[in-house]
């Protein structure tokens, strides 16, 4: 094996295990502002990292491992639900999901070009920002198709059923997602070309 190839495979072992890590630490302080799931982390982080190094092989490798191991620790078969929404809720909400952090790769040819000056940085945003989008989204179709039965009374006689998925899923997509630009732009800012050289050992020489 390669030493590139190893060094893949170590990295993307490593940063899952961070973007796990980071997961279930955010469900001891979320879990009761989010009762049904979703929480306010770093772990995108980890993915972000990956995307921008290794791009988008890297990046939906990492998303999708971190997606899928959470499913270890995850309540979602505990909800009693068809076995088809239950499918539906670990494909939208888990796998999807996070191999969609990957996708914030796409830009990292870009990021690399310009990883001398602050336009690197630019391209990292738009990065994190498409990524986190497309994550989003697929946690907003699974709201509107899986968790109807959990809106409240009140929201349903009150307003059209679909905005409390959108405005659930926001309440902490939106506020990981500046979390993470900041955490990513402090990482790149201070260790861009160790970051982005993949020919470069991130943990020592």
Known sequence: MKK??????????????LGLTLDFLAGWYSNFIFPSGGSISLAMVAIFIVSFRWGLKGGLTAGFLVGALQLLYSEVFGYGFDWKVV???????????YTACG????????????SDGSGGLG????????????????HIVSGLLFF??????????????????????????APSTLLCIIATHALFAAFS????????SLFGR
């Open 4 to 17: 590139r190839e190893l060094r893949f495979i170590t990295e993307v072992g490593l940063f899952t295990a």
């Open 87 to 97: 499918t539906g809720i670990v494909l939208l909400d888990y796998i999807l999901a």
């Open 103 to 114: 996708l914030a790769g796409i830009f990292a040819g870009k990021a690399r070009q310009k």
């Open 123 to 138: 391209f990292v945003t738009n990065g994190i920002l498409f990524a986190a989008a497309i994550r989003t989204l697929c």
């Open 148 to 173: 109807r039965e959990w809106i409240p009374e009140f929201i349903l006689e009150d307003y059209v059923w679909w905005y409390w998925s959108i405005i659930y899923n926001l309440g902490f997509m």
């Open 193 to 200: 070309r160790r970051l982005l050289d993949v020919d470069q």
